[in-house]
């Protein structure tokens, strides 16, 4: 009679060993491709890589230089852009330039700003944030200062300022929008330093002689890894917004290099959007896709890493949970009858 509990212990025992046995990561990818918007916020963003590095194929492609200006057949015999047909995908904007074709090369300095500028801001962020949650004391509060200084700095100020006395460049986008963009996770990271720092293993690790670089580098910065994934991945849709916007004021490249931002800019002079909707609606709709894939993406991998904001619980955690509720179930009936038998 106590064979059927034996089998299912053993059973639950197996799945939960299952469970064990896979490492936080593999729980984490499995949660993420459970998350279909943050699978198609996945697909949507390799895409648009994708399509930033093989721009010079989509150019081959179409027979189009991004700086061509195809005054011919670009320009309708009013001299105004012709919308999209099938030599330009996408149409033309003002100048005759294949709309496609630039829209392919700006993604290529949006996503390296994006990707560069937010590199930056998280290492300098994270280095700012575990000094000043660790060290605490006077050390905390100078660097707090310095936080609040940067915060209270206007952007754009700051931004004109810079490039009237340097020029515009890609360089001095990627350095501004670092500088700006650093002090939000510095705070992020000393929050959680200093709820990490009072934890037991670091006071073991104290109490057996470690040094403070030792444990910040062995023991707090791993537990820091999920968060600053989750706000690197938040942080990129920021930055390409930025240098939308720098390109927009003429602060980031010079023409006739291609970035969303300055194909927005083209589109408003004298209202040229108001007959050649496409050139301003193209761009902004890959601004608005390309911001919202990476803010989708970083919720999802926010609650792929941190197993308590998932909404409903995993499929391993309701197949152990099943086991158990049949395991007493089992023993349950398996009693009853041992007890009617005496």
């Given at each position: 009679m106590?064979?059927?509990?034996?089998?299912?212990?053993?059973?639950?025992?197996?799945?939960e060993?299952a469970v064990?046995?896979?490492?936080s990561?593999?729980?984490?990818v499995?949660?993420?491709?459970r998350?279909k918007?943050?699978?198609?916020?996945l697909?949507?963003?390799?895409l648009?890589?994708?399509?930033?590095v093989f721009a010079?194929?989509?150019?081959?492609?179409?027979?189009?230089?991004p700086?061509?200006?195809y005054?011919d057949?670009g320009?309708?015999p009013d001299g105004?852009?012709?919308?999209?047909?099938?030599?330009f995908?996408l149409?033309?904007?003002?100048?005759?330039?294949?709309?496609?074709v630039?829209?392919?090369?700006?993604?290529r300095v949006s996503?390296?700003?994006g990707?560069?500028?937010?590199?930056c801001a998280?290492?300098?962020?994270v280095l700012?944030g575990?000094v000043?949650?660790?060290l605490?004391?006077?050390?905390?509060l100078?660097?707090?200062w310095v936080?609040d200084l940067i915060?209270?700095?206007?952007?754009l100020?700051f931004?004109?300022?810079?490039?009237?006395?340097?020029?515009?460049?890609l360089k001095i986008s990627?350095?501004v929008?670092?500088?700006f963009t650093?002090g939000p996770?510095a705070r992020?990271?000393?929050?959680?330093?200093?709820s990490i720092?009072?934890?037991?293993f670091?006071?073991?690790?104290r109490?057996?002689g470690g040094?403070?670089?030792?444990i910040?580098?062995?023991?707090?910065?791993?537990?820091l890894v999920?968060?600053?994934?989750?706000?690197?991945?938040?942080?990129i849709?920021?930055?390409?917004v930025f240098?939308?916007t720098?390109?927009?004021?003429?602060?980031?490249?010079?023409?006739?290099?291609?970035?969303?931002g300055n194909?927005?800019a083209?589109?408003s002079q004298?209202?040229?959007?108001?007959?050649a909707?496409?050139?301003?609606?193209?761009?902004?709709?890959a601004l608005?896709?390309?911001?919202?894939a990476?803010?989708?993406?970083?919720?999802?991998?926010?609650?792929?890493?941190?197993?308590?904001?998932s909404?409903?619980?995993?499929?391993?955690?309701r197949t152990v949970?099943?086991?158990?509720?049949?395991a007493?179930?089992?023993?349950a009936?398996?009693?009853a009858?041992?007890g009617e038998?005496h």
């Amino acid at each position: 009679m106590t064979q059927p509990v034996l089998s299912e212990e053993l059973a639950t025992a197996g799945t939960e060993a299952a469970v064990r046995a896979r490492s936080s990561l593999a729980l984490a990818v499995a949660r993420l491709r459970r998350d279909k918007v943050a699978v198609v916020s996945l697909v949507v963003v390799v895409l648009i890589v994708l399509t930033a590095v093989f721009a010079p194929v989509v150019a081959a492609i179409t027979g189009h230089d991004p700086n061509f200006q195809y005054r011919d057949d670009g320009l309708s015999p009013d001299g105004l852009p012709v919308g999209p047909n099938g030599e330009f995908w996408l149409g033309t904007d003002r100048l005759g330039r294949d709309v496609l074709v630039r829209l392919a090369y700006g993604a290529r300095v949006s996503l390296v700003v994006g990707l560069l500028a937010s590199a930056c801001a998280v290492a300098i962020g994270v280095l700012v944030g575990t000094v000043s949650g660790y060290l605490r004391g006077r050390t905390d509060l100078v660097l707090n200062w310095v936080i609040d200084l940067i915060l209270s700095i206007p952007f754009l100020l700051f931004a004109i300022s810079l490039v009237s006395l340097v020029g515009p460049s890609l360089k001095i986008s990627v350095l501004v929008i670092a500088c700006f963009t650093w002090g939000p996770i510095a705070r992020v990271v000393r929050g959680q330093v200093l709820s990490i720092r009072e934890r037991e293993f670091i006071e073991a690790a104290r109490s057996l002689g470690g040094t403070r670089r030792r444990i910040i580098v062995r023991d707090v910065l791993p537990n820091l890894v999920a968060p600053i994934i989750v706000y690197a991945t938040l942080l990129i849709p920021s930055a390409i917004v930025f240098e939308a916007t720098l390109s927009f004021l003429g602060l980031s490249v010079t023409p006739p290099t291609a970035t969303w931002g300055n194909m927005l800019a083209e589109a408003s002079q004298n209202a040229l959007y108001t007959v050649a909707w496409w050139i301003v609606v193209f761009p902004s709709l890959a601004l608005l896709a390309t911001t919202l894939a990476f803010n989708l993406l970083g919720d999802g991998l926010r609650d792929a890493l941190d197993p308590g904001a998932s909404r409903r619980p995993g499929r391993l955690a309701r197949t152990v949970r099943r086991g158990r509720k049949r395991a007493e179930r089992a023993r349950a009936a398996a009693a009853a009858r041992d007890g009617e038998a005496h």
